[in-house]
């Protein structure tokens, strides 16, 4: 049962132009959701992430959005850069108490190619 | 910075041997994590610990035990490996209840 999904495995992205990756939950019970990006070989690393008393937090060019009565929420990033090319997972964390708190369910992974 | 360090980058490891792989977080964190990633499944929980000596479950437990005598080291066990166990496996830590993970860099792990 994936409670957090990204149904678009890759991305392919000019260079300048917006990057919009998208993720949608099941689970009502989560309550933060968090954006990490990956290169292959490295661990991945925290990009953004967003409480779900909000529907927007921006950090530069990194924009999340959530939209709580669709469960989805996306990144955009603006403008694109070669750099950006990583895999990119969507994370959610649950509020249900005892031990689960703190655990985070994961996404598949969207692949983000920006080319020159 | 917290540090999260994963003792192998690549191991090749044979059916039927007992593997180790070994995480240390030089950051006090109370939570150490293990996760492995296979394209188009994303990172799978697989087990993990709140205290020391204390372990639970992930989704996908089966096959693997773990241990964590210390604070700072949390070790991920493959009883007797299997080629399906072949993957990247991530550990992780982070602080009390706190949501912000660091990763380790990662182990990839062949068995043939």
């Known amino acids: 049962d994936q409670q957090v999904k990204q149904n678009s495995p890759s991305l392919s992205v000019q260079e300048g132009r917006i990057s919009i990756l998208n993720c949608d939950y099941t689970n009502s019970m989560f309550d933060y959701f968090l954006w990490y990006k990956k290169y292959p070989a490295e661990g991945p690393t925290f990009l953004i992430s967003?409480?779900?008393?909000?529907d927007k937090n921006e950090d530069g060019r990194f924009t999340v959005f959530l939209n709580k009565s669709a469960k989805h929420l996306s990144l955009h990033i603006v403008p694109s850069q070669p750099g950006d090319s990583a895999v990119y997972f969507c994370a959610a964390r649950s509020n249900a108490g005892g031990t689960s708190y703190g655990k985070l369910t994961f996404g598949q992974g969207t692949i983000l190619t920006v080319h020159p | 910075d917290v540090k999260v360090t994963q003792s192998s980058r690549y191991l090749v490891k044979r059916t039927g041997e007992k593997v180790f792989l070994e995480c240390v977080q030089d950051?006090?964190?109370?939570?150490m994590f293990w996760y492995r990633q296979d394209p188009g499944l994303g990172l799978r929980l697989i087990y993990f610990?709140?205290?020391?000596?204390?372990?639970e479950k992930g989704d996908i437990p089966e096959g693997y035990s773990v241990s964590r005598e210390k604070k700072e080291r949390f070790s991920l066990i493959l009883e007797s490996a299997s080629t399906n166990q072949t993957s990247m496996y991530l550990c992780?830590?982070?602080?009390?209840?706190?949501?912000?993970?660091?990763f380790g860099s990662g182990t990839r792990l062949t068995v043939v």
């Open positions: 950051m006090d964190h109370e939570n």
């Open positions: 992780a830590s982070s602080p009390g209840t706190s949501y912000g993970y660091t």
């Open positions: 610990s709140y205290d020391v000596k204390m372990k």
């Open positions: 967003i409480s779900s008393i909000k």
